[in-house]
């Protein structure tokens, strides 16, 4: 019965392995990016990370320097210029041997009244949030059709389910997000893709610097959370390991709220 049990135990932990894996991470020096990149390093996977924050680059590079982490490639690419993403990604996939795992994380979150938005300020908002992440489906799936294995998971936010007040491209483009993911894996399903979505909550990282009130910004989200505590990397981490993983396999299309028990649908 021992026997049985640790390898029932051994086949569980391998489901939920990503060693080996390449995974192309945008967004991935900063906010909840940096501890997350370290989580999949530590796990034995090889992060292609871009990042255009020379700070939070050159920190990132310490922490993985620091606990001997290796897989790590990082590079500054803008988001916003597609053309030239798309052209140094194809060089990346080359170099590192194809992608297994897209996680399309990089946002950026102006905050104003809509009426004060441009046209031109909304579609950059679009093009860094959205359309880049799907420069970097693109540049991936032709690695993941030939190996029949891949995932692609997009991180939306809560806001997309309830509005947020002042942050309409923000909203508009974590919704796409979410609308992709289902697109995708109802078109890459038979190629062995999974395409799901993870949906934060409110996290503690610069992006809360919007909120002129700190501690009231927190005891609001904790009034809204069924758990009274605020999340962590660890809880992104997490989720992020499990859908990289075979342990997901039979899971596309879906979106995952790491909240807290904010929304609850």
């Given at each position: 019965?021992?026997?049985?049990?640790?390898?029932?135990?051994?086949?569980?932990?391998?489901?939920?392995?990503?060693?080996?894996?390449?995974?192309?991470?945008?967004?991935?020096?900063?906010?909840?990016?940096?501890?997350?990149?370290?989580?999949?390093?530590?796990?034995?996977?090889?992060?292609?990370?871009?990042?255009?924050?020379?700070?939070?680059?050159?920190?990132?590079?310490?922490?993985?320097?620091?606990?001997s982490?290796?897989?790590?490639?990082?590079?500054?690419?803008?988001?916003?210029?597609?053309?030239?993403?798309?052209?140094?990604?194809?060089?990346?996939?080359?170099?590192?041997?194809?992608?297994?795992?897209?996680?399309?994380?990089?946002?950026?979150?102006?905050?104003?009244?809509?009426?004060?938005?441009?046209?031109?300020?909304?579609?950059?908002?679009?093009?860094?949030?959205?359309?880049?992440?799907?420069?970097?489906?693109?540049?991936?799936?032709?690695?993941?059709?030939?190996?029949?294995?891949?995932?692609?998971?997009?991180?939306?936010?809560?806001?997309?389910?309830?509005?947020?007040?002042?942050?309409?491209?923000?909203?508009?483009?974590?919704?796409?997000?979410?609308?992709?993911a289902?697109?995708?894996?109802?078109?890459?399903?038979?190629?062995?893709?999974?395409?799901?979505?993870?949906?934060?909550?409110?996290?503690?990282?610069?992006?809360?610097?919007?909120?002129?009130?700190?501690?009231?910004?927190?005891?609001?989200v904790?009034?809204?959370?069924?758990?009274?505590?605020?999340?962590?990397?660890?809880?992104?981490?997490?989720?992020?390991?499990?859908?990289?993983?075979?342990?997901?396999?039979?899971?596309?299309?879906?979106?995952?709220?790491?909240?807290?028990?904010?929304?609850?649908?």
């Amino acid at each position: 019965m021992n026997g049985q049990l640790t390898a029932v135990a051994e086949e569980r932990k391998s489901a939920m392995s990503v060693a080996g894996k390449v995974i192309l991470y945008t967004g991935a020096a900063g906010g909840l990016g940096a501890e997350t990149t370290l989580a999949f390093l530590r796990a034995g996977a090889k992060v292609v990370a871009i990042d255009n924050d020379p700070a939070k680059n050159a920190a990132l590079e310490f922490a993985a320097s620091k606990e001997s982490l290796k897989g790590l490639v990082l590079r500054a690419l803008d988001l916003s210029n597609l053309e030239t993403l798309r052209k140094s990604l194809e060089a990346l996939a080359m170099e590192v041997g194809g992608i297994d795992v897209v996680i399309n994380n990089a946002a950026i979150y102006p905050s104003k009244p809509f009426e004060e938005y441009s046209i031109e300020e909304m579609q950059r908002v679009q093009r860094i949030n959205v359309d880049a992440g799907i420069v970097c489906v693109q540049v991936a799936l032709p690695h993941m059709r030939e190996k029949r294995w891949g995932r692609i998971i997009n991180i939306a936010s809560v806001t997309a389910y309830g509005g947020w007040a002042n942050l309409s491209p923000y909203v508009q483009s974590k919704g796409a997000l979410i609308g992709l993911a289902r697109a995708w894996a109802r078109e890459f399903g038979a190629y062995g893709v999974t395409v799901n979505a993870i949906a934060p909550g409110a996290f503690p990282t610069d992006a809360e610097k919007i909120h002129a009130d700190p501690e009231s910004y927190t005891r609001f989200v904790l009034d809204h959370q069924a758990i009274k505590r605020r999340g962590s990397a660890s809880d992104i981490a997490n989720a992020l390991m499990f859908l990289a993983s075979d342990a997901a396999g039979f899971i596309t299309g879906q979106t995952l709220n790491v909240d807290g028990g904010w929304v609850m649908n």
